[in-house]
């Protein structure tokens, strides 16, 4: 049972104006503000309760919070729910995504502008593999995990095999290795 | 230049395999955008993720960026759609259903088995992102920095974006 000062969004434009300031503020990643305005400021949502839909959002394809705008809108207000709260979240930073692009297009041919957003892509690169590695843990013991890792890294990244040709035949092996508890 | 069309059809196949969000597909994405269509250069693929992770927001709008520099404003937003819709659509779905399997054993069994494949395709993503001008020391320097501190600190990653920019100042001139 939901304590009593947790409450659903009382109408689709509250639902609306919720995930426009999670979008509005989500610097350097959205799922910390995602927590912050549902769970402890709007309070429409418990904690746990807010983990167990996110580990449903991480699971499926797509991108993780604009998932649980699909469910928390859909769980609230129907269809019109899950629209709302996922234009909601993407209308902000899509238009201040596509003016840094604009402004960046115009001081392209700048090297030095040039050479700062391709340190700064480099980088981004460089925290994807520090995540890779962060998720890597609970299998760094696990040789059949760490093989099945570096075999889809070496497939994508050095080979160059479509994803399409990699994601079934590495589901297949993990599938196999974590039912016989290699995983 | 792609047509509007081909763009929607590989953003919506990149959509229903995008298992742990778009770092996942980002190998993909990169290997049809750069490799098999020549839509734009490896350079020019990681700087429009540069100004995509600049930008507040979910990730996912780095597709928007991807389809306006291959084919315009138009292609961006569609790309945007064609890859949100699909992923969308399914959570819609599977959303009543997922709290009702809490226990189920498959449901366990196959979440250890998303572990090692996502480390694979992340990893994978990071390397495409940080060797837009082949392996050079220089993107190994920074990639390698990034990768290290953010696995050992609690740094916030924004940081990090920013030394690499500083750093891609002294190098990539």
């Known amino acids: 049972m939901a304590p009593p000062d947790y409450a659903p969004p009382r109408s689709l434009w509250a639902l609306y104006l919720g995930f426009l300031s999670i979008g509005a503020r989500s610097f350097g990643g959205v799922l910390p503000w995602a927590h912050r305005v549902l769970v402890e400021e709007k309070r429409w949502i418990v904690p746990a309760d807010f983990a167990q839909v996110l580990a449903l959002c991480q699971f499926l394809p797509g991108p993780n919070v604009g998932n649980v705008s699909v469910v928390l809108g859909r769980r609230w207000f129907g269809a019109r729910g899950a629209v709302v709260a996922f234009l909601g979240l993407m209308a902000l930073p899509l238009a201040w995504v596509f003016a840094l692009a604009l402004l960046y297009a115009g001081y392209a041919a700048d090297p030095a502008v040039r050479a700062v957003v391709t340190g700064a892509g480099i980088a981004g690169g460089g925290l994807f593999i520090g995540t890779a590695l962060k998720l890597a843990r609970p299998i760094a ?23 399409f040709a ?16 290699r995983l | 230049m792609p047509t509007l069309l081909e763009i929607a059809l ?6 229903l395999v995008s298992v742990g969000g778009i770092p996942s597909v980002m190998p993909e994405m990169q290997r049809i955008v750069v ?5 734009m250069d490896p350079a020019a ?29 138009a292609a961006g937003l569609v790309a945007l759609a064609a890859f949100c819709a699909p992923a969308a659509a399914l959570t819609y779905w599977v959303g009543g259903y ?8 498959w449901r366990k069994v196959f979440q250890r088995t998303l572990i090692p494949v996502t480390v694979g395709f992340v990893a994978a993503g990071g390397y495409v992102l940080a060797t837009p001008l082949g392996l050079d ?7 390698g920095v990034c990768a290290l501190t953010l696995f050992l600190t609690r740094l916030n990653p924004l940081w990090l974006l920013a030394g690499g920019g500083v750093l891609g100042y002294f190098l990539y001139q």
């Open chain 2, 137 to 143: 020391w220089r993107g190994v320097l920074i990639a």
């Open chain 2, 35 to 39: 490799e098999v269509k020549g839509w």
């Open chain 2, 45 to 73: 693929f990681t700087q429009m993720f540069a100004v995509a992770q600049a930008a507040p927001g979910p990730n996912v709008l780095v597709t928007a960026l991807i389809g306006w520099k291959s084919a315009g404003i």
């Open chain 1, 166 to 181: 990699v994601l079934p035949v590495a589901l297949a092996l993990g599938w196999l290795a974590a039912r016989s508890g």
């Open chain 2, 98 to 105: 997922w709290d009702r399997m809490r226990e189920a054993p």
């Open chain 1, 141 to 163: 013991r696990r040789p059949w995990g760490v093989a099945i890792g570096i075999a889809c890294f070496a497939a994508l990244a050095i080979g160059r095999v479509s994803l």
């Open chain 2, 10 to 15: 590989y953003f919506i196949l990149l959509s």
